[in-house]
Nanobody
Framework: QVQLVQSGGGLVQPGGSLRLSCAAS????????MGWYRQAPGKERELVAV???????TLADSVKGRFTISRDNAKNAVYLQMNSLKPEDTAVYFCNAGGVRAYGNFRLTDYWGQGTQVTVSS
């Protein structure tokens, strides 16, 4: 079994910064993509940023130039540095590990973290 444990988040004023971290543990041979999604009240979950095992990143247009995603393959960890935060960034942020393969198994499975609240407000 695989677990994703998130840390970071909280309350910050507009223009401030936060850093989210997520580490995957368990029976992991490889992880294809790691990323962050968010869900605001009354809205659907949306992609924020994703990074492949090779380091290719994709960011939502709404966060380009403000957020940076990075990954440590050796630690099976992904990070989201969020700068110049805006009230519209307020949401629960979820870590995702996509295409996780266990040792001796060719099956690919996706996993989610527990979610962490990010609130941007003065």
């Amino acid at each position: 079994q695989v677990q994703l444990v998130q840390s970071g988040g909280g309350l910050v004023q507009p223009g401030g910064s936060l850093r989210l971290s997520c580490a995957a543990s368990g029976d992991i041979f490889s992880i294809n993509t790691m990323g962050w999604y968010r869900q605001a009240p009354g809205k659907e979950r949306e992609l924020v940023a994703v990074v492949t095992s090779g380091g290719t990143t994709t960011l939502a247009d709404s966060v380009k130039g403000r957020f940076t995603i990075s990954r440590d393959n050796a630690k099976n960890a992904v990070y989201l540095q969020m700068n110049s935060l805006k009230p519209e960034d307020t949401a629960v942020y979820f870590c995702n590990a996509g295409g996780v393969r266990a040792y001796g198994n060719f099956r690919l499975t996706d996993y989610w973290g527990q979610g962490t609240q990010v609130t941007v407000s003065s």
